[in-house]
């Protein structure tokens, strides 16, 4: 299964575009990214996912390269809000009538004011 | 609102205690899944259920077993916690072969 690798902490001044990087060069495939933040003391929450092309939704941007072994999530207007650890996850191969996670060691964006 | 819901958000227990964690939810999927999530670590799956199919992965302790009576509803059982159990314990949810996890608040276990 691939496994992913994310930077520890990243600061990011309030407004601007927050771009958290994830390195998956052992990724298939067949194998989606997902990206996932956990604000303190809550559940994780579902942002974006891609396969090989860019996606974006109301919540944030997902770029994948080419050969698909990196990916960056972009925040456009980081808010005090966005401050969570953010997870980037592979979807691991189809088993038991589900797809398993391999969550990352996360990244801890905080926004400052 | 559809959600995952655990119950309670703090538990407390005593080393050796059984304690059960609970979850349930009204977004009728198929799977349920729960996580063990210790501090400043990243969630770390323990099992999950594909209706009523108990899939265990192979590092989880035995310590740890699950119920699930109905769709609505999944234990987390803990048979004799130890001080290296004390976690966010957190359960998720998803429809068979679709992409997205949704995720309870969790559980917070304190093992004294």
């Known amino acids: 299964d691939a496994k992913t690798t994310q930077p520890p902490s990243m600061d990011c001044a309030e407004g601007r575009a927050a771009n958290l990087p994830c390195n998956h060069s052992t990724i298939s495939g067949n194998e989606y990214v997902y990206w996932y933040r956990q604000i303190h003391s809550q559940g994780p929450q579902y942002i974006i996912h891609g396969l090989k092309n860019n996606e974006t939704n109301e919540m944030a941007s997902l770029i994948i390269t080419e050969d698909r072994k990196s990916s960056t999530l972009i925040l456009p207007h980081a808010t005090l809000r966005d401050t969570a650890v953010y997870y980037c996850i592979v979807r691991a191969g189809f088993t038991s009538g589900t797809y398993k996670y391999i969550f990352g060691t996360g990244t801890r964006l905080k926004v400052l004011a | 609102d559809a959600m995952v819901i655990q119950n309670p958000r703090y538990q407390v227990t005593q080393f050796g205690k059984p304690v059960t964690l609970s979850c349930s939810q009204t977004l009728n999927h198929n799977v349920m899944y729960w996580y063990q999530q210790k501090s400043s670590q990243a969630p770390k799956l323990l099992f999950h259920?594909?209706?009523?199919?108990?899939?265990n992965e192979a590092d989880t302790p035995d310590n740890f077993q699950s119920r699930r009576p109905n769709t609505s509803f999944c234990f987390l059982d803990i048979r004799s916690p130890g001080l290296g159990d004390a976690a966010m314990y957190l359960c998720?949810?998803?429809?068979?072969?679709?992409?997205?996890?949704?995720f309870g608040p969790g559980t917070r276990l304190t093992v004294l």
């Open positions: 998720a949810t998803s429809r068979a072969g679709f992409n997205e996890q949704f």
């Open positions: 259920y594909y209706d009523k199919d108990f899939n």
